[in-house]
């Protein structure tokens, strides 16, 4: 798949990531999860939140190669997890063609399966999520972006009248 796919961004900040997380553990407080498994890469920060959130000490990863930056390439199983997921916590950051929850779900098919954000392919994949986003949209996450100055806006306008 490639970029042409993507017709808008969603940008997500480290502070609204961490709302989003804060609220999705609203719903999963209650729930008694002898572990978490991460994601990797992108379900790693999730994770941490929510093992702060939930309290859990025991995370464990799953590593799966899928994206290339813009471009989902061939899935490659780097690592797996030698239980089948009961009473496990499966976190990633979002849900997309859902390619990589299906090979999740099949090596831990009995886990409660939790991402962040969810577009309407890989939606059916999961047990919970929080926001939905449209499937033609890139999620832009915080780790992914650096900082940098901004021109003030009265600049801008001037050096494109110049």
């Known amino acids: 798949m490639s970029v042409d796919r993507y017709h808008q961004y969603f940008v997500i900040s480290w502070d609204q990531l961490h709302r989003d997380v804060r609220s999705l553990c609203q719903q999963l407080v209650e729930r ?13 920060i ?9 309290n859990v000490r025991l995370i464990d990863t799953v590593c799966i190669k899928s994206y290339e930056h813009m471009d989902q390439g061939g899935l490659q199983v780097l690592k797996g997890i030698d239980h089948d997921g009961a009473r496990w916590l499966l976190v990633d950051d979002l849900v ?20 962040v954000y969810a577009k309407p392919e890989g939606r059916p994949l999961v047990d919970q999520y929080l926001v939905e986003v449209p499937q033609d949209t890139w999620i832009q ?10 021109e003030p806006l009265v600049d801008q306008l001037r050096s494109q009248q110049e």
């Open 32 to 44: 008694d999860f002898e572990g978490i498994a991460a994601v990797t890469r992108g379900g790693l």
């Open 46 to 54: 999730p994770a941490a939140l929510i093992a702060r959130e939930l």
């Open 96 to 115: 997309d063609t859902g390619r990589t929850a299906r090979a999740v779900r099949d090596m831990l098919p009995r886990a409660h399966f939790v991402t």
């Open 141 to 150: 996450f915080p780790w992914d972006m650096g900082i940098t100055y901004v």
